[in-house]
Structures are given as structure tokens and as C-alpha cells.
């Protein structure tokens, strides 16, 4: 793909990964005069309703803006370049996926087995707990909890990241400038007894316990709320 010079007044350094909603380039902001991640809804060869597509890459960008937590990347903006791409800008995070470390270990590469014992294992699960907890609280929950969209800063900060499948349970989002569609309020759970809430968080723990990833693992249907 054609690699972009800007995106708006964002000056593109590199990209930093592709999904399937979009792609996500690291960028310096002239202005602020730091680094950022800006994620492009990706339009090309997508079927079916486009607008229903924009709706959805909104949706996902106000979530994260709304999940204040030290856990969870913050989004700066949400606007559209020159050209009519959606982008929304937020955190720029160095570091590596939990799934990474985890294949560190499993082939016992020393930068890996020296900084990622048990202990801290345990404590990025906690607290991805509490990133998972604050979102559980005031009303969301994150759907696609697993290795890869768990993140390990240099420094060491654990983030819960890609937020596009949430799905809310308490509204109280009321507008968008960017005419961003409502979001739907889900029937009310009980979110002690919810199977669905925990299961990924216990996919996670087993993942940690014994080393072995499989990302490409689906949520059962009945457990996913």
C-alpha cells in the first residue's frame, strides 16, 4: 500500500500495524511536537454498506475516548483528512504484545525469560484486570480480550487495547460532532454472574499459565454477552 506523507497535519513516520477496520501509522504532531498513533479506516475492497462501516470505526474510536483509565491508550481527536479518510488519533505505545512475550518464552530468548517471570506475569494480569474492571463498571465490555491486544510499554505500563468489538451495557453517550451514531444500550446483566464477562479474562490467565497462545481461538457464542 501507498504509504502517506501526512495524514491531516500529522507527519507519518512508519506503520505501525494493519487490522481489519483499518491501518495504524505512528506520526509526529507538529504542533504538540510529540509522537501519536493515527489509525485510517481502510475503505478499499470493503463490501457492503460503507456508511454502516464509518459508523462502526466512530464507534470504536468515541469507546476508547470514553475509557479513561492509566491502562487503556487515551484518543486525542477523531476528523477527517483533506480526502475524506476517517482517522482518529491517540497514544503512541513502544513496546510489545503480550502475545510476543509469550513467544519469547516459549523459545526461551534471554531478553524474555530474564524480564518476564511468573511474578510478572501475574502482575500484567492483574492489571489488565483493573483495566478490564473499569470498564466493566461504568458499562462496557470488551469482547475481544486476548494476547495480542494486550500491550507492554517500554517502561513497563500494561494497556488493553483495541476496543472496536465493545460492547455497551449502560448508556451514556448522548451526541458526536461527528454525528457519530448512537450506541445501542444492551439489556441489563448481571455482571457477577455473567459467564461471558470473565471467560476472556480466564482465556487469558490460562494463556499466561501455560505459555501457549492460540489467539485464534473463538469466544463460544452463549458466552459471548
Same mark, same amino acid.
Given at each position: 500500500?501507498? #504509504?502517506?506523507?501526512?495524514?491531516?497535519? $500529522?507527519?507519518?513516520?512508519? #506503520?505501525?500495524?494493519?487490522?481489519?477496520?483499518?491501518?495504524?501509522?505512528?506520526?509526529?504532531?507538529?504542533? *504538540?511536537?510529540?509522537?501519536?498513533?493515527?489509525?485510517?479506516?481502510?475503505?478499499?475492497?470493503?463490501?457492503?454498506?460503507?456508511?454502516?462501516?464509518?459508523?462502526?470505526?466512530?464507534?470504536?474510536?468515541?469507546? @476508547?475516548?470514553?475509557?479513561?483509565?492509566?491502562? #487503556?491508550?487515551?484518543?486525542?481527536?477523531?476528523?477527517?483528512?483533506?480526502?475524506?479518510?476517517?482517522? $482518529?488519533?491517540?497514544?503512541?505505545? +513502544?513496546?510489545? &504484545?503480550?502475545?510476543?512475550? *509469550?513467544?519469547?518464552?516459549?523459545?526461551?530468548?534471554?531478553?524474555?525469560?530474564? +524480564?518476564?517471570?511468573?511474578?510478572?506475569?501475574?502482575?500484567?494480569?492483574?492489571?489488565?484486570?483493573?483495566?478490564?474492571?473499569?470498564?466493566?463498571?461504568?458499562? $462496557?465490555?470488551?469482547?475481544?480480550?486476548?494476547? &495480542?491486544?494486550?500491550?507492554?510499554?517500554?517502561?513497563?505500563?500494561? $494497556?488493553?487495547?483495541?476496543?472496536?468489538?465493545?460492547?455497551?451495557?449502560?448508556?451514556?453517550?448522548? &451526541?458526536?460532532?461527528?454525528?457519530?451514531?448512537?450506541?445501542?444500550? +444492551?439489556?441489563?446483566?448481571?455482571?457477577? @454472574?455473567?459467564?461471558?464477562?470473565?471467560? &476472556?479474562?480466564?482465556?487469558? @490467565?490460562?494463556?499466561?499459565?501455560?505459555?501457549?497462545?492460540?489467539?485464534?481461538?473463538?469466544?463460544?457464542?452463549?458466552?459471548?454477552?
Amino acid at each position: 500500500m501507498r #504509504i502517506p506523507t501526512y495524514i491531516d497535519k $500529522y507527519r507519518v513516520v512508519k #506503520i505501525l500495524g494493519k487490522g481489519g477496520m483499518g491501518t495504524v501509522f505512528q506520526c509526529f504532531d507538529p504542533e *504538540l511536537q510529540r509522537f501519536v498513533a493515527v489509525k485510517v479506516l481502510d475503505l478499499q475492497d470493503k463490501k457492503g454498506n460503507l456508511d454502516a462501516i464509518k459508523k462502526r470505526f466512530m464507534r470504536e474510536a468515541m469507546v @476508547t475516548a470514553q475509557l479513561q483509565h492509566p491502562f #487503556i491508550p487515551p484518543v486525542y481527536d477523531i476528523d477527517y483528512t483533506q480526502d475524506g479518510d476517517l482517522f $482518529y488519533v491517540m497514544k503512541a505505545i +513502544e513496546g510489545r &504484545s503480550l502475545q510476543q512475550i *509469550l513467544q519469547g518464552l516459549r523459545e526461551e530468548e534471554e531478553e524474555f525469560t530474564k +524480564e518476564f517471570d511468573i511474578n510478572r506475569l501475574v502482575e500484567i494480569l492483574c492489571d489488565v484486570c483493573q483495566a478490564v474492571e473499569y470498564a466493566h463498571n461504568i458499562g $462496557y465490555i470488551h469482547r475481544d480480550l486476548k494476547p &495480542s491486544n494486550i500491550f507492554v510499554g517500554d517502561y513497563g505500563v500494561v $494497556y488493553v487495547i483495541d476496543w472496536g468489538l465493545t460492547k455497551l451495557i449502560k448508556q451514556h453517550l448522548d &451526541s458526536c460532532e461527528l454525528e457519530c451514531p448512537p450506541i445501542e444500550e +444492551e439489556p441489563q446483566i448481571d455482571r457477577a @454472574t455473567e459467564p461471558g464477562i470473565n471467560y &476472556s479474562d480466564g482465556f487469558v @490467565t490460562q494463556t499466561l499459565v501455560i505459555e501457549e497462545d492460540d489467539s485464534n481461538v473463538q469466544i463460544p457464542v452463549d458466552l459471548t454477552p
